[in-house]
């Protein structure tokens, strides 16, 4: 899906998404990332996990240690969580709340929209954004 393109005050944005990955807008120009997508202080990056199976288990506290990391320096974490709205693996909730960051989960489409017009705002906060196939 092509999204419009806007300013995001010097962070990257959202161009399109779908056929499992993203494209950004940044600076040096258009970037695909193919699979999951994190991003974490105005940089994207890729990201291990591809469905919410991936996140269950022990594996949970390593996936989302990089957020955690921002502990005190971001309010929430956008969710993206694939083409349907699906409730994240027991624990990611929890996890979360223990280091003081919120927690907003929507469909990944509504999470791109979300984040492209949050980016505009500059909000402090990170995302994590399962694809779209």
């Known amino acids: 899906m092509q999204l419009v393109p806007a300013t995001g005050k010097g962070r990257p944005l959202i161009t399109a998404y779908g056929a499992g990955g993203f494209r950004f807008g ?8 193919e699979g999951s997508v994190l991003i ?6 890729a990201w291990g996990p591809l469905t919410m199976v991936d996140l269950a288990g022990e594996s949970l506290s390593a996936h989302f ?4 990391d921002l502990k005190g ?10 083409g349907d709205m699906v409730p994240p ?3 990611v909730r929890d996890l979360l709340k223990g280091a003081g960051i919120g927690l907003e989960i929507m469909p ?18 990170a995302v994590a954004m399962l694809p779209v196939t």
């Open 89 to 91: 693996p027991a624990g």
């Open 65 to 68: 240690a990089p957020i955690l």
């Open 108 to 125: 990944t489409p509504a999470a791109c929209r979300t984040y492209n017009h949050l980016a505009t705002e500059g909000r402090h906060f």
């Open 40 to 45: 974490l202080a105005d940089t994207p990056s």
């Open 73 to 82: 320096e971001i309010e929430f974490l956008l969710f993206g969580t694939g």
């Open 26 to 33: 940044l600076e040096i120009g258009d970037v695909r990332l």
